[in-house]
């Protein structure tokens, strides 16, 4: 009884996510819609800043991980937070995206974040492939 009580609690658990998978998915499509019909910008530049936004965010993140270094998933989380925060703050508060593009900032400000956390608390976390490879 206790296995079938294990199985149930699994395949509802599933189904809710499922579930909740799509409403993300609608609520999203929805937002995404209402800005692009609302809009007094063109949908052209609406999908440049959607591309920096995506770049800044995760650009590093994915950089970071190709290259092995460690990294923990608050720093990875507060990397993707601070780049498309400074990518939307480049864009619309400074309104420098004409000067540079702005993924860069945001992309050097995921970086930053990196780098700060590395400097005080990474240094002695050790890189993956020495740690799959002990020299001893």
Known sequence: FSHCNTLI???LSRIWY????KAGTVTVTIVILT??????????AL???AWAALAAG???LLMLRAWQRPLDTGVGVAMMVGGVLVA????AV??????IYEALPGMLTGFAIYGV???FAGRDRQHPAEAANPKD
């Open 94 to 99: 400074l309104q420098l995206s004409d000067s």
């Open 58 to 60: 995760l650009g590093p």
């Open 35 to 44: 800005i692009a019909l609302t809009s007094d910008g063109n949908v052209l």
């Open 88 to 91: 939307v703050v480049w864009n």
């Open 9 to 11: 609690r699994a395949s």
């Open 47 to 49: 999908v440049r800043f």
């Open 117 to 119: 956390w590395w400097w």
């Open 18 to 21: 499922y579930k909740l998978a």
